[in-house]
């Protein structure tokens, strides 16, 4: 099943989840030398990093409900889909929730459960991740219809869709 999203015949999504994954992979490891040292300038940079990494996962999220929403009802893939989607949807949340503490007042150093937030969003998006991986390598879902080891470049070759 073809991705519905697509930029020169690559689907967006994967393109889109690869910049909030690492920075909110960032944020826990700067959060956590932080912590560890206490440096409030690594924790500026782990604030900063899940901010843009919330951003980037709700443009990445975006892009995934379209391919979603043309995955087949009834199928294994639609469920997969959705528990990828919810785990995703809550890691951001878990970031979220630890940026929007930070940011009233709430130390990075005198709050545990905050970076405890984070590192269990990064575990929630860990699951989201090989989730994603089920669908695609697994399931063929976002997989070009033509695709093959001897399949043209995808800049070149028109695309039913784009014809």
Request: charged share 10%; hydrophobic share 50%; aromatic share 8%.
């Amino acid at each position: 099943m073809e991705s519905r999203a697509k930029l020169l015949g690559h689907p967006i999504h994967p393109m889109l989840i690869v910049l909030p994954l690492g920075l909110f992979i960032g944020a826990v490891v700067f959060d956590g030398i932080a912590v560890w040292r206490g440096s409030t300038t690594l924790a500026t940079v782990g604030y900063w990093n899940i901010a843009g990494g919330i951003l980037g996962g709700l443009l990445a999220a975006v892009f995934g409900a379209i391919d979603w929403l043309a995955i087949p009802e009834g199928t294994r893939a639609k469920r997969i889909g959705l528990m990828h989607a919810a785990s995703n949807v809550i890691a951001i949340v878990c970031f979220a929730a630890a940026w929007w503490m930070r940011y009233n007042g709430s130390s990075l150093f005198q709050t545990k459960g905050l970076y405890s937030l984070e590192v269990i969003g990064l575990l929630l998006g860990a699951l989201g991740g090989w989730l994603g991986g089920e669908l695609v390598d697994r399931l063929g879902v976002g997989v070009d219809s033509g695709a093959n080891l001897n399949a043209p470049n995808s800049i070149t070759v028109k695309h039913p869709r784009a014809a």
